[in-house]
Every structure is written in C-alpha cells, then in structure tokens.
C-alpha cells in the first residue's frame, strides 16, 4: 500500500537517485547508461509495489527516457480519457446525447441560458469563467468525467485568444483519441 510506497521512495532518496554528480565527459554516457537503468528498476520496483503500472511520460524505444520532453503538457497525448470527447464552440448550443447514450458535460463557466438536466454528469471549470481557474482544473474535471457513469463527454472550447488557446489544445488532444 501507500506505506510500502513512501517506505520505497525513502530508500531510492538515499541511495542518491536525487543527487547531481559531475563526471568528465568521456564518462558521461556510461554513467547515463547508469542512471537509465537505475530508473527503470524504479519504475518496475513502483510498479510492483503499487499493483498497476506506473504511467511513463516520454518513454522511448527500449524504454529509454525521451529528454525532449520536459513537461507533461508536451505529450502528443498528455491526458486522454477512455471515454469519447466530442467539442463544441464556445458559448455555443450544448450537443444533444443519442437517447442511448449516457452524456457527462465539460463547461468553461455555468451556463444559465443552457438545459443541463439531460446529461448524467455536468463538471464547470470557472464559477465566473476565468481561464486560469479553467486551465487549472481541467485536467482534474476530465478525470472525474472519464470516471463517472458517462458514455460521452461533450466539452466545450474556450475561446481561440491568450490561455483559451492552451486549454483547446489539450481538449483537442483528448478528443483525438
């Protein structure tokens, strides 16, 4: 459990995992060599210990660690629900759920002027449709949608300006798998 965890995450910080060595660079590759391996025994050690595979962000051919990545959000898919995501425009008519379809709703704000009530699940981003309060919890409001009884998420874009375009992004990415 979470206890066999924190007790493993303990031992990897002492044995050094976090410490910066500096080495001349005819070793360099040797000892990246090193620490790959090391990671991966990590890895598989987290895995065992938690019961489920750990997710590998930017993991490459041979489970070598892609250094091009530095931040989730640079994934070609850093979060996609398993649950279908169709878009809508922003401030745009809410789609309707086929009659055997069990809809979750994703809103940048609380749309008033909107029938909410046939969808399973409804998640809003921003009380007062702030993007950064949006961008904030988007990620969070799509794992509990994916996690609901919701056959479809319908999620509505922000508008194409500033921040808006970050979060269409990442609603994209999500809609493509």
């Known amino acids: 459990g979470g206890e066999e965890v924190e007790g493993f995450l303990d031992h990897f910080a002492e044995v050094g995992l976090g410490q910066i060595h500096v080495v001349p660079a ?5 000892v990246v060599q090193h620490a790959h391996e090391a ?9 065992a210990v938690a019961g489920m595979a750990i997710a590998r962000p930017g993991e490459g051919k041979g489970g070598e660690v892609a250094a091009t990545v530095v931040a989730p959000g640079m994934l070609r898919r850093p979060y996609s629900p398993g649950t279908p995501v169709r878009l ?3 401030g745009g ?7 055997d379809e069990l809809a979750g709703l994703l ?3 609380p749309r008033p002027d909107c029938e909410t ?3 399973a699940v409804v998640e809003t981003l921003s009380a007062n449709g702030d993007l950064d309060e949006a961008a904030r919890n988007l990620f969070a409001a799509l794992r509990r949608l994916d996690a609901s009884a919701a056959t479809a998420i319908a999620a509505e ?3 194409e300006q500033g921040l808006g375009r970050a979060i269409n992004d990442r609603l994209r990415r999500a809609a493509a798998w």
């Open 117 to 119: 009530a046939s969808f």
């Open 107 to 109: 809103l940048l704000a």
């Open 88 to 90: 809508f425009e922003a």
């Open 26 to 30: 005819h070793e360099a590759e040797e």
């Open 157 to 159: 874009l922000a508008p």
């Open 39 to 47: 990671l991966r025994f990590a890895l598989e050690r987290l895995d």
């Open 93 to 99: 008519k809410l789609p309707t759920a086929a009659a």
